[in-house]
């Protein structure tokens, strides 16, 4: 079967002025390409009133910046993007709740060490002998899923696959075991996102802050246990010691774990949501995956340059620059675009196009570049090959069985589908 590598041409929507979008709204996350590409020929460095972030559009523009760390700094990535009300304050500061730099949020002497630790525990090695476990937790994961289908004729990526497997997979990794389950762990991960990165109104940010003290809790539990196992973060982090020569405080642990289990399975997660519906909704890529494996390292590279699941991140200017030919004083924070960095015509001709034989395949900022770049791009990468050949591989007859345009997560820094629903061709109907 010929392969069509292109993702359906989405309806056309009219397209606010990029001058007045709404970055938080669930119809601009759907399909924000056609605001991205008015932002990067009209506006590259545009004031966005509704956040008070100067979008950066262009990949030139997000490239430099993340290459430039001392002019454009990371303090503010894990700021509240909605100013935070009394109720939901005051929860957060009785459970002791603060996020010390750590990586994501440290421009300081710290961050090198750090970064190290995590560079270790996430090296193509460890990840290279981790991949038994990980091709084994994506065959029980995908062992659920077929039962799903076979029981309800229908399942949800989103909720099922996308949602374990990268959970177990980072728990594994990280040597952090546990008698947590997937759900509690996903729960308090999507509180998080929605309480720092969406509009959540007072009420619900008291809900979420709960949630997220309940969070913060148990890693300040664990960051203290002593029977940890040797080669886990928990000993990393132990060991650790600051430039001072001082060893972590449990508010800087606590802080690293909180990141780099967010990242690890949130951005995995959603990536897998993407790669599931744009091989679904492809026509006929579902097949010409299944057709041959190997292709889908390559084609998941396309799924992340086009969906990129980190869509937007922060970073504050530390010193007046000029950017993109816009003035910029110091303190004003950027929006750093990163899905729209994969579609600038500059760099990735006919962007629309899925096309694993591009020369520049590993070009795209998905995972960032420069002193910050993810330490878990591997791991990633690894994952999302694992779930989409064996998935291919057992299911070659799934098929899309949701509306054409799904509803997308609403977030400032995250983008995928909330649903992913799936039934097999001739399987039972729901
Ligand atoms: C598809 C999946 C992933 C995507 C798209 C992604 C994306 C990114 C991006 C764009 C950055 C750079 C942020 C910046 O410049 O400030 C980053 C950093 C980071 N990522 Fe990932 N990531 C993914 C998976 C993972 C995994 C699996 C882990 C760990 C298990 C991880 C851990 C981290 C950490 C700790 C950092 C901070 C590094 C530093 O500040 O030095 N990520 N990620």
Redesign the pocket.
């Known amino acids: 079967m010929k392969p069509s590598v292109y993702p359906p041409t989405p309806t056309p929507a009219p397209t606010p002025p990029p001058t007045r979008t709404d970055l938080l709204d669930e119809g601009f996350a759907a399909c924000p390409y056609a605001t991205y590409q008015a932002l990067r020929e009209d506006h590259p460095v545009h004031y966005d009133e509704i956040t008070g972030l100067w979008l950066v559009s262009r990949y030139a523009d997000v490239r430099r910046v993340?290459l430039e760390p001392e002019t454009f700094r990371?303090d503010n990535?894990l700021d509240a993007i909605t100013q935070l009300r009394l109720p939901a304050l005051r929860r957060l500061a009785k459970a002791d709740f603060d996020l010390p730099p750590a990586?994501?949020n440290?421009s300081e002497a710290s961050?090198a060490g750090?970064?190290a630790l995590?560079m270790r525990l996430?090296s193509a090695a460890r990840v290279r002998s981790a991949l038994p476990d990980i091709e084994r937790i994506v065959s029980e994961e995908l062992d659920a899923l077929d039962e799903e289908l076979a029981r309800t004729g229908r399942a949800d990526i989103a909720q099922t696959v996308a949602r374990s497997v990268?959970i177990r997979v980072?728990l594994h990794?990280?040597g952090i075991r546990n008698t947590l389950d997937v759900e509690t762990l996903y729960e308090w991960t999507a509180a998080s996102i929605e309480l720092f990165w969406g509009r959540p109104d007072p009420d619900r940010q008291r809900d979420l802050a709960d949630t997220v003290a309940a969070f913060f809790g148990w890693l300040t539990e664990i960051v203290q246990r002593t029977d940890v196992p040797e080669g886990s973060l928990l000993m990393a982090l132990r060991r650790h010691r600051l430039p001072d020569g001082s060893p972590l405080g449990t508010d800087q642990a606590a802080s690293v774990l909180y990141?780099?289990?967010v990242?690890?399975?949130a951005?995995?997660g959603?990536?897998t949501c993407s790669a599931f519906l744009r091989a679904l909704q492809g026509e006929g890529t579902w097949q010409w995956l299944a057709e041959d494996v190997e292709r889908v390292p390559a084609w998941l590279e396309e799924v992340?340059r086009y969906d990129?699941?980190?869509t937007a991140?922060r970073?504050v200017v530390a010193r007046p620059v000029t950017l993109g030919g816009v003035d910029l004083p110091a303190g004003a924070e950027l929006l750093l675009l990163?899905t729209s960095t994969g579609l600038d015509t500059e760099v990735f001709p006919e962007p629309e196009r899925l096309c694993p034989e591009r020369p520049n395949l590993r070009g795209h900022?998905?995972?960032?570049?420069?002193?910050?770049?993810?330490?878990?791009?591997e791991?990633?990468?690894a994952?999302?090959a694992a779930v989409l050949r064996q998935a291919v591989r057992r299911f070659p007859d799934l098929r899309w069985a949701g509306p054409p345009r799904p509803p997308y997560l609403a977030s400032l820094a995250f983008r995928a589908p909330r649903h992913v629903p799936v039934a097999r061709t001739g399987g039972r109907q729901a």
Not at 365 to 377: E, Q
């Open positions: 993340l990371n990535t990586l994501f440290n961050h750090l970064r995590a996430l990268p980072v990794v990280l990141t780099v289990l990242a690890g399975h951005t995995t959603f990536f992340l990129a699941p980190l991140w970073r990163l900022l998905a995972f960032g570049i420069g002193v910050h770049r993810c330490p878990g791009a791991l990633a990468r994952e999302g």
